[in-house]
């Protein structure tokens, strides 16, 4: 295990070996993606993990498929089909993925995988059919295991962070797990999950507005509610990291965004006003990354606003250096 911090200041999530530049592929080189190596780790610890590594299978090795036989059953085979590495490659992850679910004091905030891989691959996986053919309907063992052991956890593949709609959606989902899971660490009360709430609502509008309803009745219960606050914040991190899930479309940052716009209507000039407004229209045609309103926007807030509108998320529910709202028309 490497790169583990003490402290739950920075997210942390596991990401295949190879992608991290070790020499861990079947034919003995890696994959090392520049994005994350170079920008995501700036900003986030990582647990580098290699499923056929850690199952002894060494590095070079004979590459292996995943196969499914006449019984239905996935398994894992090399590529001679002489040798089943699946009850290996099991004992090799349910291990690890245990030792994830004890790392203390916040779990891990998202996995980052090797698209395609048998092993690490989470969508689209070939398999090879018994009676001839392939699908492309598998996902990698790792995945199974770690959707069976952590639902609401943010994975992805690094082909699909090509996409800027799919790239920031996930990192949406990564930090807001991370401050989810530090929030339930530093002591579950109602009102931390009202407060929880109230920072996030305009970052879950943009995603799914008639989910956040949902959630705001989920969380307006009051102190002296006898219900258990367990019970509601397993209901609320469900469908929280749900709706997160789905991606913001452009209009739904366009009514985030006149609904921000609207704290500081009142105090601005009407020469400020048709500026902040023009830009909002110049995003919704697509000229304009969402970054260019949200700017001013962000100006006039700091200057003019409540401090509820100031405290959303939405505003930068990232670090702001990763400049990923540059690249979203
Ligand atoms: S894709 Fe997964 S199993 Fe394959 S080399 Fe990378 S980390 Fe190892």
Redesign the pocket.
């Known amino acids: 295990m490497e790169n583990v911090p003490s402290g739950i200041e920075r997210p942390r999530i596991g990401v295949?070996?190879?992608?991290l530049g070790r020499e861990?592929?079947?034919d003995g080189g890696h994959?090392r993606d520049r994005f994350v190596t170079d920008v995501l780790s700036e900003h986030l610890d990582f647990v580098a993990?290699?499923?056929?590594?850690e199952a002894g299978l060494g590095s070079p090795r004979p590459s292996i498929h995943q196969e499914r036989g006449a019984d239905g059953l996935i398994r894992l085979l090399t590529a001679k089909r002489d040798v089943d590495v699946t009850p290996a490659l099991d004992a090799a992850i349910s291990k690890r993925v245990e030792h994830f679910g004890e790392l203390a004091p916040a779990n891990l905030a998202g996995f980052l995988?090797?698209k395609d891989?048998p092993?690490?691959g989470p969508f689209r996986v070939r398999v090879q059919k018994a009676e001839g053919g392939v699908e492309r309907s598998g996902e990698?063992r790792?995945v199974t295991a770690l959707r069976e052991r952590f639902p609401h956890l943010p994975i992805e593949d690094e082909g699909r962070l090509n996409d800027a709609a799919l790239r920031e959606t996930f990192l949406i989902r990564v930090f807001a797990w991370h401050r989810w899971q530090s929030m339930v660490a530093a002591g579950l009360t109602r009102r931390s999950l009202r407060e929880f709430h109230a920072t996030h609502k305009m970052l879950l509008h943009a995603h799914g507005p008639a989910g956040t309803r949902t959630l705001g009745r989920l969380v307006a219960r009051p102190e002296s509610d006898a219900a258990s606050v367990d019970f509601d914040a397993t209901q609320y991190g469900a469908q929280f990291m749900a709706i997160l899930n789905r991606p913001a479309t452009r209009g739904r940052h366009v009514d985030t965004l006149q609904h921000l716009a609207g704290h500081v209507a009142d105090h601005l000039k009407s020469s400020e006003k048709s500026e902040l407004h023009g830009l909002i229209e110049e995003y919704r045609q697509g000229w304009i990354t969402l970054e260019t309103p949200l700017a001013l926007l962000r100006h006039h807030l700091r200057h003019l606003g409540t401090v509820w509108a100031n405290a959303q998320l939405y505003l930068d529910p990232h670090p702001r250096a990763l400049a990923l709202r540059s690249t979203i028309r």
């Open positions: 295949s070996a190879c992608l861990v592929r079947f994959t993990f290699c499923p056929e590594m995988l090797k891989s092993s690490c990698g790792l």
